[in-house]
């Protein structure tokens, strides 16, 4: 049961990556671009009769561009997944600890201070610092402040932490005012950024995936109260803590080369917990599986629906996901509880 | 436990401090190995809070002995094969099913990152098959009525395969029927696995009616302990729960209390 959904969920996730190939402003044939992507197979030559404008679209532009959109789909789904495993709380996503204000301030200061190219250049670091930063404030002070790092005092610290650095990013703003529309495009989130983000990204993707991966029995151990966890002869708070790591890691990097793309994260595995089940053995790669798929799809809607010009694909994914997230619990009412 | 070996528990002088106020102060109980000790007292006595230091969720000081092993010296996983510990509201992940819940009693079995093998999924099976919960094993923990939903939660402790067994009001939210399927089923267990218990009871005259052993407590700490007609007295009970009641012995000679009305009403 659980390795078929898991294949319907990988044949899903291969179709929506088709579908961004295929598709595109360029208007190139979807013939030649199946032989031209098989051409590029090992063992295997067969002329695609593409120009060599189009192969560029093609390899240097649709590609890399499907593959950051699945790779930060799925990552900001399974943090998602395990930001609320850890928290117990539906209402957890991605950004609950800070990650989000903190790659805000810090890009904000990059681009505010830094300004023009070198600015730009140096958004993905700060973005990622920033969000590790953020998280590991509110770490801190959660732990300081609660017994024992409770979940509800971490929460709270979150939230004192996320309002600290937007406040400070709001004063720096309001310094610069003409840096504003170069800021706000970053947080509404792009996944255009080429070959050079997707090898940045990966290193940090894998470590982060297969952490959280491993993890899932562990938060279905978790998922009884911290007590009863311990009873059971888990440290629940060192689980907790690697978890944590794990998804701040998988979501600060994909805060770094996409900004701050919303909804992903907390919808993605509501679905997945609405159609397949409660574990988070299946919840974790379900998750990665449908945001992967979720965003290759919304970054589809952007570049087309008003081609050439392009959405942020922020607007699409809560545009498009929202009604679906009330579609899917409309549909499953009479399954939950 | 297999092999018919049972395990003795000490606690001596044990006390926990939550934010300055001294909750439990200097408690010592023993209970033979195979015996069930209840802890009984007034409202706010520290009974919860005893029965959790002993399973290591509180700080705490002074020490728990199970067999000759000091707790403190264990590692958690280590520490949960020999104690089990039910709370007294468990909180049961709504979607899970009796199965899954039942199979993280082998949580303390299974190396960190590895996954369940077929025996503990035996073990489990076997533990419900043994408590009438077999035909339950696919429902999800939301569809179960109070009285099953306590008896899973035994289920998962006993999964734990822990020869000492530490429940936390065992029968809080049961009707009187169910309270007694509970605490026959708790005694057949101890009876049968040598388990040693030890439960808080609200209930006096079921403490009375099931224990080989009371500890009164009040204050947060022991003001009585013995058999059960050497603590259910009315003098004691008049003390320390100020409460008017009889007592009388019943017909096995476990006493029984019954509350009395003022004259004056």
């Known amino acids: 049961m659980r390795t078929v959904t898991l294949l319907v969920a990988v044949v899903l996730l291969l179709a929506s990556m088709a579908a961004g190939l ?36 093609l390899f240097q532009l649709r590609l890399p561009r499907v593959l950051l959109a699945a790779i930060v789909g799925g990552l900001l789904a399974i943090a998602g997944a395990g930001y609320q495993g850890v928290f117990r709380n539906p209402l957890a996503d991605p950004y609950l600890l800070g990650a989000a204000a903190g790659a805000g301030l810090c890009v904000t200061l990059v681009v505010v201070f830094l300004g023009g190219e070198a600015g730009v250049a140096t958004v993905p670091v700060a973005a990622f610092v920033g969000a590790v930063g953020g998280v590991s404030l509110a770490y801190a002070v959660g732990n300081t402040a609660g017994r024992g790092g409770g979940t509800a005092t971490l929460v709270l610290a979150g939230v004192a ?28 989130g792009d996944v255009g950024g080429g070959w050079e983000q997707v090898w940045m990204i990966v290193p940090y993707a894998v470590v982060s995936t297969i952490a959280l991966l491993l993890h899932g029995r562990l938060l279905d151990v978790l998922s009884v109260g911290d007590d009863e966890a311990t009873g059971l002869g888990l440290r629940a708070g060192r689980v907790r803590f690697v978890v944590l790591l794990a998804a701040s890691l998988a979501t600060a990097s994909a805060v770094a080369v996409s900004g701050l793309i919303p909804f992903v994260g907390i919808v993605v595995p509501h679905v997945v917990r609405r159609l397949a089940g409660w574990s988070y053995r299946v919840v974790l790669p379900l998750s990665f599986l449908g945001g992967a798929a979720f965003l290759v799809l919304g970054d589809l809607v952007a570049r087309t629906v008003l081609a050439p010009a392009e959405l942020p694909i922020g607007v699409v994914t809560a545009f498009v996901g929202a009604p679906f997230f009330v579609a899917v619990l409309r549909l499953t009412r009479k399954v939950g509880t | 436990m297999s092999g018919g070996r049972t395990y003795p528990l000490g606690v001596r002088d044990l006390g926990v401090t939550l934010d300055g106020r001294e909750v439990v102060v200097g408690a010592g109980l023993s209970a033979g190995g195979g015996e069930w000790l209840a802890v009984v007292g007034p409202n706010g006595a520290g009974k919860s809070t005893l029965l959790k230091a002993m399973m290591g969720l509180l700080p705490h000081v002074g020490e728990v002995v199970v067999g000759d092993v000091r707790v403190r010296d264990l590692k958690p996983r280590e520490r949960a094969r020999l104690i089990a510990y039910a709370p007294q509201s468990p909180s049961l992940p709504p979607d899970m099913t009796v199965f899954d819940y039942t199979l993280l009693g082998r949580t303390p079995y299974i190396p960190y990152l590895g996954r369940e093998s077929a025996r503990d999924r035996e073990i489990a099976g076997a533990v419900l098959e043994r408590l009438d919960l077999a035909g339950f094993a696919a429902r999800p923990l939301a569809h179960l009525s109070g009285g099953e939903r306590q008896r899973v939660v035994l289920a998962r402790a006993l999964t734990q395969q ?23 089923l708790v005694d057949r267990l101890r009876v049968g696995d040598g388990l040693t218990v030890v439960t808080t009871l609200h209930d006096l005259s079921l403490a009375g009616q099931y224990a080989d052993a009371l500890l009164l407590l009040a204050g947060g700490r022991v003001v009585a302990s013995g058999p059960p007609a050497q603590v259910l007295t009315e003098p004691l009970l008049a003390r320390h729960f100020g409460a008017r009641v009889r007592v009388e012995a019943g017909a096995d000679g476990r006493p029984l209390v019954h509350l009395l009305r003022p004259d004056d009403r």
Do not use: C, M, N
Not at chain 1, 23 to 51: E, H, N, Q, T, Y
């Open chain 1, 22 to 57: 295929l598709v595109g402003a360029a208007g190139i044939s979807p013939k030649g671009i199946l032989l031209a992507l098989l051409d590029r197979l090992p063992f295997v030559d067969v002329d695609s009769g593409l120009a060599p404008v189009d192969q560029g679209v």
């Open chain 2, 162 to 184: 822990a020869p000492v067994l530490l429940l936390d009001e065992p029968t809080t939210a049961l009707d009187l029927g169910h309270q007694q399927q509970v605490l026959e």
């Open chain 1, 161 to 188: 932490v996320t309002s600290f650095l937007t406040a400070i990013q709001t004063f720096v703003q309001q310094l610069k005012v003409e840096e504003l529309q170069r800021i706000y495009s970053w947080i509404l």
